[in-house]
């Protein structure tokens, strides 16, 4: 029987804290649809200071808040937002502004950091002229850090380019800051300075910070009144939610400030792992908390074979494709989690690399 469990699938794979679960029983709540839920206004608050923004609004997911700033951004039908090929919005959240905003995706590749090149941004714009035939660009859309690039972070300097050419152009700009925490505690940067050129930004509370549920939207007063009536029309009005933003006040005390030992795991597993034989990791790529482990063509090695042997002593982690598996470091993996993990690892790899022969 596994005894131990080293959860590396995701950072929302955590369990709320004693302190939390705490913070959860004890919260003043209300309705927050009718707007009165104290605990909800003293989240949203702080968010709002935290983030450089005027308001802010709790939304019940990353997916959910992503939607709504798109869709605030974008209330004419026939508008085209340009954002990253591999970015989370166009990659993992069902084509929903698509299929419920009526907005137009225009790709441009991400290139390995996250980045998207800033001449072929402006080159996506669409010409207005050419209105008879073309949808109307109206949205940038960033994504720090950039999960499908391995974590990596978006620089203030380059985020405020792109936030140039958004304004010279008259469009927005939104960044889906599901890990924005991770992207300023790894650049030491604060997040407002990070987020300073967006008009609006989507925080994740369960991702890298280690809420239950939940996510944030800021914008301008303005933005999030029309964000609010968005809300509620796709069925995230939720009443008493005091008892989960009390929860991510906790994380946010408690956790922020662990975010850099998180980052220290992180170099320390992907250090080991590119030790291996048959195994590749780019130690540099990894900047905050995930880690693509790679394995070399010729090795033997498979993301199953190895997942299977990771998962006989409780170490968990999800292929992301045949050759690939990603690793997610969040508050509740230990200093010792890491050496067992690649203890268990060097075993697993060494068996299937060198089979017994008898
Ligand atoms: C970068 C990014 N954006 C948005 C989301 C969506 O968040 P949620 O799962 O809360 O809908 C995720 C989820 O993992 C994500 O990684």
């Known amino acids: ?25 004890s919260a003043e709540v209300d309705d927050d649809v009718l707007g009165y839920d104290p605990t909800a ?40 937002v340009i954002l990253g090929d591999t970015c989370h919005i166009h990659v993992y959240e069902n084509g929903g ?26 080159g996506a714009i669409r010409d ?15 994504e720090n850090t950039h999960a499908n690039s391995g974590g990596r972070c978006l620089s203030a300097e380059y985020t405020d380019r792109v936030g140039e050419i958004a304004k010279r152009h008259g469009l927005k700009l939104h960044i889906d800051g599901a890990r924005i925490f991770n992207a300023s505690v790894a650049l030491g940067v604060s997040v407002h300075r990070l987020v300073k050129a967006a008009d ?23 933005f999030i009144e029309k964000a609010k009536t968005l809300r509620k029309t796709l069925g995230g009005g939720m009443r008493q939610i ?6 991510a006040l906790v994380a946010l005390q408690e956790n922020l400030p662990k975010l850099q030992s998180d980052h220290k795991k992180t170099k320390l597993l992907a250090e080991g792992l590119n030790k291996m034989k048959g195994i590749r990791v780019n130690v540099e790529a990894m900047e905050t908390n995930m880690i693509f ?8 090695l498979t993301a199953e074979k190895l997942r299977k042997s990771l998962t006989e002593h409780g170490i968990l982690v999800i292929p992301e494709n045949s050759s690939r598996i990603r690793m997610v ?18 075993q697993a790899v060494q068996t299937i690399q060198e089979p017994c022969q008898n």
Do not use: W
Not at 52 to 69: Q, R, W
Not at 128 to 142: A, H
């Open 293 to 300: 482990m790679d394995m070399e063509d010729g090795s033997r």
């Open 97 to 122: 502004i698509s299929t419920i905003g009526g907005v137009h995706p225009k790709t441009i590749k991400n290139e390995e950091d996250g980045t998207m090149d800033l001449v072929a941004i402006e």
């Open 1 to 25: 029987m596994v005894m131990r469990i080293v959860d590396l699938r995701s950072d929302t794979v955590t369990r709320p804290t004693d302190a939390m679960r705490e913070a959860m029983a």
């Open 128 to 142: 207005p002229k050419g209105s008879t035939f073309y949808p109307s660009t109206r949205l940038i859309c960033l």
């Open 200 to 222: 609006s930004v989507s925080v994740c509370l369960s991702k890298g910070l280690g809420a239950p549920i939940g996510s944030v939207i800021v914008g301008s007063q303005s």
């Open 242 to 247: 005091g008892v989960l933003c009390a929860a």
């Open 329 to 346: 470091i969040h508050h509740q993996i230990t200093t010792s989690d890491v050496h067992y993990t690649l203890s268990c690892l060097q």
């Open 41 to 80: 206004r003293r989240l949203e608050e702080e968010m709002a200071k935290i983030m450089g923004k005027e308001a802010a609004l709790f939304v019940p997911s990353g997916t959910m808040g992503n939607l709504i700033c798109v869709m605030v951004h974008c209330d004419v039908r026939g508008s085209e």
